[in-house]
């Protein structure tokens, strides 16, 4: 059932926000062009897709003030699709992606935004860096040569569960790693300032742990219809 009012919707979310400063990035995968203008008409400019097919349609036919983010796990022939206008990569889950990304961006000619997906949850289908490579990356060589990536943050996806404890404790755990990292020396292309972390079912706890921005679909669209 797709939600009749998604302005309404929007109101309520961020009304309910613990932290008025986290960044809400609407997921607009599988919406139509109306829904995406129905949020734009009530200020929203941050949109999520997963995957690059609907985000350059949809790019194509919306304002160009809109940030797009890509948040879907992201094959590594599809980058260059985007390499020229999207806002934020939040799903950057190996290295073997980084490099591509960096690679797309050189021909475009920008550094593009980037968050490193942490594996924190206890699915395996969930993807990501886990803590020692992350870190061996962050502050070994290979970083050196990528040029064309900028990196902000981290992004990370709680277990899909109903204990709030064990996502509070995941998120808790990456927000630590975050902090972590921010305190060291870093490169000159990286700089912890975002950490992506929330979705509908659990943004509430991921703001109360730090997250800074929010990936919500369903909550402000209506529940999602697959075809």
């Known amino acids: 059932m797709e939600n009749a009012n998604i302005a309404t919707n929007l109101t309520t979310i961020t009304r309910s926000f613990a932290n008025p400063d986290c960044l809400l990035v609407a997921v607009s995968k599988t919406k139509p062009i109306s829904a995406i203008q129905e949020a734009y008409a009530a200020g929203i400019r941050d949109f999520g ?3 690059v097919q609907e985000m350059t349609e949809k790019e194509a036919l919306l304002p160009k003030d809109i940030r797009w983010h890509m948040i879907g796990h992201l094959q590594r022939n ?5 390499a020229s206008f999207v806002h934020l990569i939040h799903s950057v889950d190996s290295l073997r992606l980084l490099k591509q990304i960096n690679k797309e961006g050189q ?9 490193l997906q942490v594996h924190i949850a206890s ?3 969930k993807f990501g860096w886990d803590e020692a490579e992350l870190t061996t990356f962050l502050f070994g060589t290979e970083i050196g040569e990528l040029q064309h990536i900028q ?3 981290l992004m990370g996806m709680a277990t899909n569960t109903p204990d709030t404890e064990k996502v509070r404790a995941e998120f808790r755990g990456l927000k630590a790693l975050f902090e972590q990292i921010k305190r060291a020396e870093l490169p000159t292309q990286v700089q912890m300032k975002e950490l992506s972390m929330g979705m509908s079912g659990d943004y509430r706890i991921a703001q109360e742990e730090g997250s800074t921005m929010v990936r919500i ?6 529940a999602r219809t697959y075809t």
């Not at 599809?78 to 985007?82: C, D, G, W």
């Not at 679909?217 to 209506?222: I, T, W």
């Open 151 to 153: 990196i902000l943050g």
């Open 107 to 115: 021909k475009v000619n920008r550094a593009i935004p980037c968050l």
């Open 123 to 125: 699915e395996e289908s």
């Open 78 to 82: 599809k980058v260059k699709y985007i």
């Open 49 to 51: 897709e997963n995957k």
């Open 217 to 222: 679909g369903s909550a402000v669209f209506g």
